[in-house]
């Protein structure tokens, strides 16, 4: 058994290694990264930084899968700008070549197979980037500590600490546990009134009954029967009421379907106890003689005969409710309206109505966002964010021109740069209004997103994004 296993560590030992690709990558003249690939996967450059090579040039694409891995094999991508050679087999080749021969096409670039001894480079510009397949290093073991260095978990505690840190856990254990059981629960006094006031613990107070006097209009005294005694009592001015005559009366009496005269309101009125002590009316042997010299009743008196002839709230016919308004004629007091109100296009509350004004819908499609900078701010998320915070907004500036020009449409073009805080610091809007494109501008000013950066650093994004603009029925 233990030469079977030698012997298979030895095949092992003997058995060629795996082939990795190593890259470097070439900037005016000067290697600024070099690679080695362990892992067999695809390879990308471009101008993104979450590419596996971020090299910010112009020619390269935002990304661009440069080694493709297809069924465990390596395939070279190129496109039309790019220029270099390849040396596989036994020649070399440049992609001039490659591309009327030799390599496959794939919409607006062309694909080489690599085999495990292919070497070359690949030109963008400025950038060159060198490539081929050497066989995979071993990987560096791990530093670590001789054993009598590391010693025991033991070995590193102290004792005298370890016995000062026990008891200290222990006291404060022991403390709380008795703070626990020693604990008492107290009621608060709002806990107290709250439970006072429970359904079913609470008797309302009893019912006392009021006991009504009536005057004896006889002698002038008023008696009351309370425990066996009478107490006479001075007498009192009784109150007139205004009683409402029935309907139909003659000609001196009401006018109106139920309403009483203007002499009977006035004499209803006029014999109240209040009106008698402002106008010192009675005579010089009356309650209120003293204050017959006076010229408070003047006005009184000229404000009642002013007031003869007008309708009021609190007469006339309809149910027993004196505060309900009676019928009429439309004066005050009269429970019948009069014509409606007419409005624009006919009466409002009328059999006509109000006619509605219709409103035209504004219809957003958003285009392709581009994103004109370096950094991990994603367009697709620029654009999910003011298609749900931020195009109403837009909505209501179109329906500001739609309002004077019902066919008002076109295409929109928003322009602008995030800040390393997130807010929209530059905007600038091009489209089919010049009004259409002061309010988004306005209104796109304001707009706030995600803190863009640029490995981990915070930086500027600037992004371009097509709207179109039309309306629809609301």
């Known amino acids: 058994m233990a030469q079977a296993q030698q012997q298979w560590q030895a095949q092992k030992a003997h058995a060629p290694s795996p082939r990795i690709l190593r ?23 471009g101008q993104s930084s979450k590419n596996s090579f971020s090299i910010p040039i112009e020619g390269l694409p935002r990304t661009f899968p440069v080694f493709s891995l297809e069924n465990g094999k390596y395939f070279l991508n190129f496109q039309g700008n790019m220029d270099g050679r390849i040396s596989a087999g036994g020649g070399v080749h440049t992609l001039s070549q490659l591309k009327n021969s030799g390599a496959q096409k794939r919409g607006d670039s062309w694909a080489v197979p690599l085999d495990e001894r292919a070497r070359g480079k690949v030109s963008v510009g400025a950038m060159t ?19 009598s260095v590391r010693g025991t978990l033991a070995d590193r505690i102290e004792p005298r600490l370890a016995i000062i840190l026990s008891c200290s856990v222990l006291t404060h254990f022991a403390i ?15 806990d107290k009134i709250a439970r006072s006031f ?52 003659e000609s001196g009496g009401n006018t109106g379907e139920g309403t009483p005269s203007d002499a009977a309101v006035d004499e209803a009125v006029g014999s109240t106890a209040m009106v008698s002590v402002l106008t010192g009316e009675g005579g010089a042997g009356g309650m209120f003689a ?20 007008k309708a009021t709230a609190t007469t006339g016919s ?83 021109v739609l309002k004077l020009d019902p066919r008002a449409q076109g295409k929109v073009t928003i322009r602008f740069t995030v ?15 010049p009004t259409v494109d002061a309010c988004i501008k306005e209104s796109a000013s304001k707009w706030r997103f995600s803190a863009p950066k640029d490995e981990g650093k915070p930086t500027s994004a600037d992004f371009e994004v097509p709207l179109l603009l039309k309306p629809g029925a609301a």
């Open 23 to 45: 890259i470097g990558v070439v900037l005016g003249g000067n290697i600024i990264e070099e690679r080695l690939v362990r892992k067999r996967e695809t390879i990308t450059i």
């Open 129 to 147: 980037l060198l490539f081929q397949f050497v066989t995979a290093p071993p990987l560096p073991p791990r530093p670590r500590l001789p054993a």
């Open 176 to 190: 709380g546990l008795w703070a626990y059981t020693r604990d008492q629960v107290v009621e608060r006094p709002v």
């Open 198 to 249: 429970q359904v079913g613990q609470y008797d309302p107070p009893p019912l006392v009954e009021v006991a009504v006097v009536e005057p004896d209009e006889g002698d002038g005294e008023v008696t009351a029967e309370a425990s066996g005694a009478s107490t006479p009592k001075p007498n009192k001015p009784s109150r007139t009421r205004v009683t409402k005559e029935p309907t139909g009366g």
């Open 290 to 309: 003293k204050m017959s010299g006076t010229d408070q009743g003047a006005s009184l008196a000229d404000s009642i005969a002013h007031a003869k002839g």
């Open 318 to 400: 309809g149910s027993g409710d004196r505060r309900q308004r009676g019928q009429g004629d439309g004066k005050l007091g009269t429970d019948k309206g009069g014509p409606g109100v007419a409005g624009p296009t006919g009466t409002e509350g009328g059999a006509g109505g109000a006619k509605k004004e219709d409103k035209i819908k504004s219809l957003t499609k958003f285009g392709r966002a581009e994103d004109l900078s370096l950094s991990d701010l994603d367009p697709n998320a620029v654009v999910k964010r003011i298609r749900g915070k931020y195009l109403a907004g837009i909505k209501r500036c179109h329906q500001r």
């Open 419 to 433: 800040g390393p805080t997130g807010r929209v610091t530059k905007a600038n809007v091009k489209g089919f209004d």
